[in-house]
T-cell receptor, first 111, second 112 residues
Framework: DQQVKQNSPSLSVQEGRISILNCDYTNSMFDYFLWYKKYPAEGPTFLIS???IKDKNEDGRFTVFLNKSAKHLSLHIVPSQPGDSAVYFC??????????WGAGTKLIIKP | NAGVTQTPKFRVLKTGQSMTLLCAQD?????MYWYRQDPGMGLRLIHYSVGEGTTAKGEVPDGYNVSRLKKQNFLLGLESAAPSQTSVYFC???????????FGQGTRLTVV
């Protein structure tokens, strides 16, 4: 049973527009939620995180929103740039700091 | 800044062969992890370590063994490789209490 789900395998967005990546989870005990970005042939790199006690965290063009009642979080990228094309993973931390990962969403930014 | 280094980057094994993947980190991190990534799936935790000399099983530990004899190194062993272990393996590390983990570049393993 997947505890962290990313239901969209891919997403295509026009350059300059907003990209919205979604993630759902089932375990209400997760402490933190993180977004990682992954380019081909590289390891994932940390992008942004949010504590379970907050509903929004912003870092430059990236904003993560958390809706605990819906067990849903989303990553907004505004404006989208060609370098944003990558696979984005949503992950959640357990009490012992293990990371539970979603399957990833491939974001394609069109010129 | 080396960060997290994995060796080798690529390997082809025959069924039944053994091998060891090495992960080294130079950030003095307490926690280290081994993940595998398969097509259409997120990263799945194989084994992890919260400190030198300690290891624990993750989500998919069967067929793998690990050792953490030194704080900076985390070894993943396959005693008798099977085609089902064809995957991309990632090592990661983080400070105790930190949420962000740092990843190596990955090892692409093919078992034929």
């Amino acid at each position: 049973d997947q505890q962290v789900k990313q239901n969209s395998p891919s997403l295509s967005v026009q350059e300059g527009r907003i990209s919205i990546l979604n993630c759902d989870y089932t375990n209400s005990m997760f402490d933190y939620f993180l977004w990682y970005k992954k380019y081909p042939a590289e390891g994932p790199t940390f992008l942004i995180s949010i504590s379970s006690i907050k509903d929004k965290n912003e870092d430059g063009r990236f904003t993560v929103f958390l809706n605990k009642s819906a067990k849903h979080l989303s990553l907004h990228i505004v404006p989208s740039q060609p370098g944003d094309s990558a696979v984005y993973f949503c992950a959640a931390t357990t009490e012992d700091y293990q990371l539970i990962w979603g399957a990833g969403t491939k974001l394609i930014i069109k010129p | 800044n080396a960060g997290v280094t994995q060796t080798p980057k690529f390997r082809v094994l025959k069924t039944g062969q053994s091998m060891t993947l090495l992960c080294a980190q130079d950030m003095n991190h307490e926690y280290m992890y081994w993940y595998r990534q398969d097509p259409g799936m997120g990263l799945r935790l194989i084994h992890y370590s919260v400190g030198e000399g300690t290891t624990a099983k993750g989500e998919v530990p069967d067929g793998y063994n690990v050792s953490r004899l030194k704080k900076q190194n985390f070894l993943l062993g396959l005693e008798s490789a099977a085609p089902s272990q064809t995957s991309v393996y990632f090592c990661a590390s983080n400070r105790q209490g930190a949420t962000e983990a740092f990843f190596g570049q990955g090892t692409r393993l093919t078992v034929v």
